[in-house]
């Protein structure tokens, strides 16, 4: 079974500049995240979508950050404008089902360095 | 709000000898607790969970973990630790204020020598 993928592995830009982020998940997983990993923290959670629509946005900034799950499978992350503290590694996860006990499979990352 | 607390930054273990990494919660109602760990340049990877059941959760690659309800405790454990288990480690819990996406401590890192 093919995990999930994410792209680009790493971007650098400058503030104020715009970026995306893509995610595929897990084929059949109708569940996904993404979460924002600054160097030395664990996750956060930005986002979570069920299929195409969003179930919890509290934590993501939505003055310039957005992000959206079209057709409830691929689904991209965009800052705009960037800031220096949105460096970070953005993390895309999904899952079988939402709550239970089902496990959330990660991507393996997209490094953001903003300067 | 659901939390955990991973009170130690880096656990140092010699190759061979039982290793643990802590990990405290603090929730409302009944807690799913989980173990990731996250190689260097890779995603995180799911370990083991608790949901119910038997105290003593076994998972991936030889490691274990004790759920204790009087200590609010979920410590990962292994008997014998390799090099190649040196890694980083996170403790999560998922929230189901938050639609059970996961909160997660702020890791430990295991250092393993030979």
């Known amino acids: 079974e093919a995990g999930v993928a994410q792209s680009p592995r790493y971007k650098i830009i400058e503030k104020r500049q715009s970026v995306a982020f893509w995610c595929n998940p897990i084929?059949?997983?109708?569940?996904l995240y993404w979460y924002q990993q600054i160097l030395g923290q664990g996750p956060k959670l930005l986002i979570q979508?069920?299929?195409?629509?969003?179930?919890?946005d509290s934590q993501l900034p939505k003055d310039r950050f957005s992000a959206e799950r079209l057709k409830g499978v691929d689904s991209t992350l965009k800052i705009q404008p960037a800031k220096l503290e949105d460096s970070a590694v953005y993390l895309c996860?999904?899952?079988?089902?939402?709550?239970?006990?089902?496990?959330?499979?990660f991507g393996p990352g997209t490094r953001l360095t903003v300067t | 709000a659901q939390s955990v607390a991973q009170p130690e930054d880096q656990v140092n273990v010699a190759e061979g000898n039982p290793l643990t990494v802590k990990c405290t919660y603090s929730?409302?109602?009944?807690?799913?607790l989980f173990w990731y760990v996250q190689y260097p340049n890779r995603g995180l990877q799911f370990l083991l969970k608790y949901i119910t059941g038997d105290n003593l959760v076994k998972g991936s690659y030889g490691f274990e973990a004790e759920f204790n309800k009087s200590q609010t405790s979920f410590h990962l454990k292994k008997p014998s630790a390799l090099v190649s288990d040196s890694a980083l480690y996170f403790c999560a819990v998922r929230d189901p204020n938050s639609g059970y996406a996961l909160n997660f401590g702020k890791g430990t890192s295991l250092l393993v020598t030979p």
């Open positions: 979508f069920q299929n195409n629509g969003v179930v919890d």
């Open positions: 996860a999904s899952s079988l089902v939402v709550g239970g006990d089902g496990e959330q499979y």
């Open positions: 929730v409302s109602g009944n807690p799913y």
């Open positions: 084929s059949g997983h109708a569940t």
